[in-house]
């Protein structure tokens, strides 16, 4: 057994689980940011009614709960904050597959970009999920 094989598995595993991370967080982002995407669908959706209410309300119509106008919002700030956790969240493993820290615990053998740019096709190809394992000479050469 290699003396460093227990370091390189833990590199392996902490790539390993970095790209678990991008991959789902690609996948979160896919709701907000494709025009099919289930929470642009919900932020239009709360839109409309908002803008249903106030143009009642202002007509003189209805009166609308003020409750009801919170609840709305508070729904669109979350939603909106959860959209900003998701973004920074990808910036920064983007982050890491470009440090010298990732070329470290590849040893040299993966580019970062080119395995970031792997994730998002992947990712888009309508993969649910990413169980970690690479074809052999994909990454490592």
Not at 24 to 45: H, I, N, Q, V
Not at 76 to 105: A, C, I, P
Request: charged share 35%; proline share 1%; with cysteine.
């Amino acid at each position: 057994m290699d003396v460093y094989e227990p370091y390189k598995l833990i590199a392996n595993a902490v790539i390993t689980n970095a790209c678990k991370d991008y991959f789902g967080t690609l996948r979160k982002l896919r709701d907000y940011e494709d025009s099919d995407g289930k929470k642009l669908a919900e932020l239009r959706k709360i839109n409309d009614a908002i803008e249903t209410a106030y143009a009642n309300d202002m007509s003189g119509k209805t009166d609308t709960d003020f409750e009801w106008y919170q609840k709305q919002f508070r729904k669109v700030g979350k939603l909106v904050n959860r959209y900003h956790d998701l973004v920074t969240e990808r910036q920064e493993l983007e982050k890491f597959f470009q440090s010298e820290w990732f070329m470290l615990l590849a040893r040299g053998g993966v580019d970062g970009k080119r395995l970031m740019n792997y994730m998002k096709e992947y990712e888009q190809s309508g993969a649910k999920t990413f169980n970690g394992k690479y074809e052999k000479g994909d990454y490592y050469s």
